[in-house]
């Protein structure tokens, strides 16, 4: 799960100052990264404005944490399982930096006017005083991050020593020749590493400064240049003790460790859904609490290797390939594109690569993941359909009427089937499809019924050659 950023930056406003004299006029001061943060997080929760807009099911766990954090200017490493939103949540803080904030013109390091820091912006500091030209940053361009992969080197994140400027005639032992990393190219900003224990423990070794100190060293030369940034980083749990590991000095040196999670509650699961999948076609509500189920159910499941994770992901992928299922339905059919109860059945086979399986379990994982989705689909009929009389369904088929439905199956097909229902309108209310449903969405209320009715064995189901789905005695 990744943040929306803006498409461009933001053009800069005419009047803010353009020199140190008319920043020093304006009355601005200097503030670190860290203390912006804080100061900007303290006007939020003074206010009740949103914090972290976009992040589901962690108000009351992992939020707190991360602002407690924040609050006492702690770097922090987030620990979790895949698609837990860690990505999502570091990229979040960005809009907590102010929303513009004055650099040397020109400056690679984005230096702030007041605070130089490598000996070329000292230099013109010196000579032009006052007269110092000041850029704008906006806070999106304050955001740097890096995947470790094993070939990252420390020139990739710290720097090196730039053979063009070594040609061009500069002295070797010349401050200039250096070739800024990605973590000093992001001084004044919010840096991140993903997946940290995946970089090499050499490389490693080479944020301790950054961390500690708060500088850096490149080679042999003799400098010291203090950033200012906040550096986060994420890693598995798995990898954080197994597979991969961060060094021990380093991990005395982030302030913070902060353990995420999957959402701990079903309507948080469902909110995800809504909030993520980008869905081609209507997906009624009680689909989506199908899928949240079949989603926790797969987590929970002992066939699945609980150290990889189930993520977040997996049920936003189900909920567009539910949706793509239906369009597909509609374009073949003429129908109103309305997913129902047999499009799920897809899943199965699409988002079976999102899941590891234990050893044991080789070969059944088709088996395995139809299973858990019949179980989801009962315990979601039970919750939305339990106590209500449907004897007006099982009494269509009782004299050996067939009702046949399927991917393929027009909703005018299948209504033309069942005609006039009683206690239809009391399912489609408790399905949430309202006192006027869509006849695409009064057949998708009608296909769950007749599944969830199967699946509680009150109602026989046989399956075609050819995918069609027949309902009766």
Not at 97 to 125: C, K, N, Q
Not at 355 to 378: C, K, Q
Not at 409 to 426: D, F, M, N, R, Y
Request: charged share 25%; glycine share 10%.
């Amino acid at each position: 799960m990744t943040a929306a950023f803006p498409p461009r930056v933001p053009e800069t406003p005419a009047h803010l100052p353009r020199t140190v004299g008319e920043l020093r006029a304006a009355g601005h001061e200097f503030r670190t990264v860290k203390q912006e943060l804080r100061d900007n997080l303290l006007d939020r929760l003074r206010s009740g404005a949103p914090r972290f807009p976009g992040i589901v099911g962690y108000d009351d766990t992992v939020l707190p944490e991360v602002e407690r954090a924040l609050l006492a200017g702690h770097d922090m490493v987030l620990l979790g399982e895949r698609g837990q939103g860690k990505t999502r949540l570091i990229r979040g803080l960005v809009d907590l930096l102010d929303e513009w904030t004055p650099v040397i013109e020109g400056s690679e390091l984005r230096e702030h006017p007041y605070e130089p820091l490598t000996p070329a912006s000292r230099r013109l500091a010196a000579e032009l005083g006052d007269e110092l030209g000041v850029a704008w940053l906006h806070r999106s361009q304050r955001y740097g991050e890096k995947l470790a992969t094993p070939d990252t080197s420390v020139g990739d994140l710290i720097g090196d020593v730039d053979p063009i400027k070594v040609a061009e005639g500069r002295a070797l032992g010349d401050p200039d020749t250096i070739h800024f990393g990605l973590v000093p190219r992001t001084n004044r900003g919010i840096f991140a590493v993903n997946e940290l224990p995946d970089l090499a423990e050499r490389i490693q070794v080479s944020l301790l400064n950054v961390l500690e100190e708060r500088d850096i060293q490149v080679r042999g030369y003799q400098l010291r240049l203090p950033l200012d940034l906040l550096l986060v980083a994420s890693a598995n749990p798995e990898d954080y003790t197994n597979r991969g590991r961060i060094i021990t000095p380093l991990k005395d040196r982030f302030g913070a460790e902060i353990r995420t999670h999957y959402p701990l509650e079903l309507e948080l699961e469902t909110a995800l859904i809504r909030q993520e999948a980008a869905l081609c076609a209507e997906v009624p509500e009680h689909l989506v609490d199908v899928l949240a189920r079949y989603t926790r159910a797969v987590r929970e499941s002992p066939a699945v290797d609980a150290r990889s994770g189930v993520s977040a992901r997996f049920a936003i992928a189900a909920a567009e390939t539910v949706a793509a299922s239906a369009l597909r339905r509609a374009g073949l059919r003429g129908d109103e594109p309305v997913a129902r109860v047999c499009d799920t059945v897809s899943v199965t086979s699409t988002l079976r690569g999102k899941v590891e399986f234990d050893s044991g379990e080789e070969g059944r994982e088709p088996e395995v993941l139809a299973h858990l989705l019949r179980v989801a689909t009962a315990e979601t009929f039970r919750s939305r359909l339990g106590g209500l009389d449907l004897s007006g369904f099982t009494d269509l088929v009782a004299e050996g009427a067939i009702i046949e439905t399927g991917e393929l199956v027009s909703a005018q097909e299948l209504l033309a089937q069942i005609g006039t229902v009683p206690g239809l309108a009391k399912v489609l209310d408790r399905l949430g499809l309202g006192d006027a449903p869509s006849p695409g969405q009064a057949a998708s209320g009608i296909e769950f019924a007749l599944e969830g009715l199967h699946l509680t064995r009150r109602l026989a189901k046989e399956m075609t050659d050819d995918g069609r789905t027949l309902y009766g005695s």
